[in-house]
């Protein structure tokens, strides 16, 4: 018989204390001193080439082998965990499938949408003002095999509506606290078009098409619910790797010999970081900047209850003519990751209750990359309070060291990276590191409307070393039809 224990509730509070208490003795702050001219223009980060990302509060057996993620900004997609699943086609079913029943033709319509609102309490760059966020998504996914018989066959067309402002201009951080970062006129585009095939029943699979690449490639399962960009997109290939809303089109193929292995490679359209272009609004181009990656991991399961962990290694490299911070060029760029991720609890009465963690380190070229080396941490807590299974609580940090090659006499300036910094906060020098600490609890209200407020401290924001440590709060309703 299932019991119930009472030490569940002690375990993740105290894991969070841990983690705050050690990672605070590394707050650090470093100054780097920026000349006053410059011989480069670059536009600001809060614009191509350094955009923002933005699934469920799952485990760390997650979709890093190449399995679909249905392509979406992750958090709109949190609602779907607790769908129906189609057991032919592996894929949630969604309130309007279930009662159209199209899902006997192999068809899922998913419409998903996220409502946000953002404000800084203290510090910052503008205080007490407020930055808003309404993304939306309509996705249709097809299983060829149950449609026509095309066996192993499976593909998606997705639609995204974009409007809003940067929560970042509030704050003036560099890692970018909110994912959900926008453009006050409204935007939409073809988001995903993609098809699959699989080949020797799943364990080789070939896509081909417009899709989000780090759903598939550094794709951190256990941090899916975090407001941050960089708990997703990692800092050390954030300013290169096709993300939200920047989906690009491309080739990939994943190999899954076994439950316990998993490889994969994909290139794809590099437009976006070797020129700025914002691709999800286009279609192909292949002229000479190209985005690869790859990656392999295992995973394995630990002690009685076999609490699920996997362990990443993967590499990433921009092709083509890169502008570098001293105002030469280079051909082309590279950097790698790891990702570790482990569930270190689950309720004996359900799976799908436990604290899922993660650790991640990534890193990129100080000559063209902004950030040369980053990592995050933390956890997700499903089911944290009782009679309250399908909430999630969750806590982490993600750090960024900014390049040495910004303070070099001659190099880019503060006033290039910024031009919109109020003069105020103009002093030629960015901090070296920025850590943000996050925290947010996603209140599962039914199957179609969810809450979430998020906290974010933000210490040391890199735009200016006089620009006081901000806290800032979010509060999101993500709808999911």
């Known amino acids: 018989m299932c019991t119930r224990t009472i030490q569940r509730s002690a375990v993740p509070w105290a894991l969070a204390l841990s983690l705050l208490a050690v990672l605070s003795r590394h707050g650090f702050a470093e100054e780097l001193r920026l000349p006053s001219d410059s011989i480069i223009p670059i536009q600001s980060v809060d614009e191509p080439p350094f955009p923002t990302p933005t699934s469920d509060g799952g485990s760390a057996d997650g979709s890093a082998d190449g399995s679909d993620s249905s392509g979406s900004n992750d958090q709109v997609d949190q609602a779907e965990q607790n769908e129906d699943i189609d057991p032919d086609s592996g894929q949630s079913a969604g309130l309007i499938t279930r009662m159209t029943g199209i899902d006997k033709y192999g068809l899922n319509l998913s419409v998903d949408w996220v409502l946000g609102w953002n404000t800084v309490f203290f510090g910052g760059l503008l205080p007490g003002h407020w930055a808003d966020q309404n993304i939306g998504t309509v996705e249709l996914d097809t299983d060829f095999e149950k449609m026509f018989g095309w066996k192993g066959a499976k593909g998606d067309i997705t639609f995204l509506h974009r409007r809003g402002s940067n929560a970042t201009?509030?704050?003036?951080?560099?890692?970018?606290?909110?994912?959900?970062?926008?453009?006050?006129e409204a935007l939409g585009e073809l988001y995903e078009l993609w098809i699959e095939q699989e080949f020797f029943d799943g364990k080789l699979s070939l896509l081909a098409g417009k899709v989000v690449t780090n759903d598939y490639f550094g794709h951190v399962t256990n941090a899916e619910l975090f407001l941050g960009n960089d708990f997703e997109t990692l800092p050390g290939m954030v300013q290169y790797m096709p993300q939200y809303p920047n989906s690009a089109t491309g080739v990939q193929l994943f190999a899954n010999p076994n439950e316990h292995f998993y490889a994969g490679f994909g290139v794809y359209d590099g437009r976006f970081g070797g020129e700025g272009i914002n691709t999800g609004e286009l279609g192909p181009q292949f002229n000479g900047y190209l985005f690869y990656v790859g990656e392999t991991g295992i995973k394995y399961s630990l002690g009685k209850r076999k609490l699920p962990g996997q362990f990443s290694v993967g590499g990433w490299g921009q092709s083509g003519e890169l502008p570098r911070w001293d105002g030469g060029t280079q051909d082309g760029t590279a950097g790698f990751y790891l990702i570790h991720q482990q569930t270190l609890w689950q309720d004996p009465c359900d799976d799908n209750q436990d604290i899922a963690a993660f650790l991640?380190?990534?890193?990129?070229?100080?000559?063209?990359?902004?950030?040369?080396?980053?990592?995050?941490?933390?956890?997700?807590?499903?089911?944290?309070?009782?009679?309250?299974?399908?909430?999630?609580?969750?806590?982490?940090?993600?750090?960024?060291?900014?390049?040495?090659?910004?303070?070099?006499?001659?190099?880019?300036?503060?006033?290039?990276?910024?031009?919109?910094?109020?003069?105020?906060?103009?002093?030629?020098?960015?901090?070296?590191?920025?850590?943000?600490?996050?925290?947010?609890?996603?209140?599962?209200?039914?199957?179609?409307?969810?809450?979430?407020?998020?906290?974010?401290?933000?210490?040391?924001?890199?735009?200016?070393?006089?620009?006081?440590?901000?806290?800032?709060?979010?509060?999101?309703?993500?709808?999911?039809?």
């Open 360 to 481: 991640t380190w990534s890193t990129g070229d100080g000559r063209v990359n902004q950030f040369v080396k980053g990592a995050t941490a933390g956890f997700q807590w499903t089911g944290p309070i009782y009679r309250r299974d399908q909430d999630v609580f969750g806590l982490g940090v993600v750090w960024g060291q900014q390049t040495s090659e910004l303070g070099q006499p001659g190099n880019t300036t503060q006033a290039q990276l910024y031009p919109d910094l109020p003069a105020e906060f103009a002093n030629g020098r960015l901090a070296a590191n920025e850590w943000e600490w996050q925290t947010f609890y996603n209140i599962h209200l039914n199957e179609v409307v969810q809450l979430q407020p998020n906290l974010t401290y933000i210490h040391d924001p890199g735009r200016s070393t006089l620009i006081r440590d901000p806290l800032a709060f979010s509060i999101l309703i993500l709808l999911n039809f």
């Open 169 to 184: 201009d509030l704050a003036g951080d560099v890692l970018d606290y909110n994912g959900y970062d926008n453009f006050p």
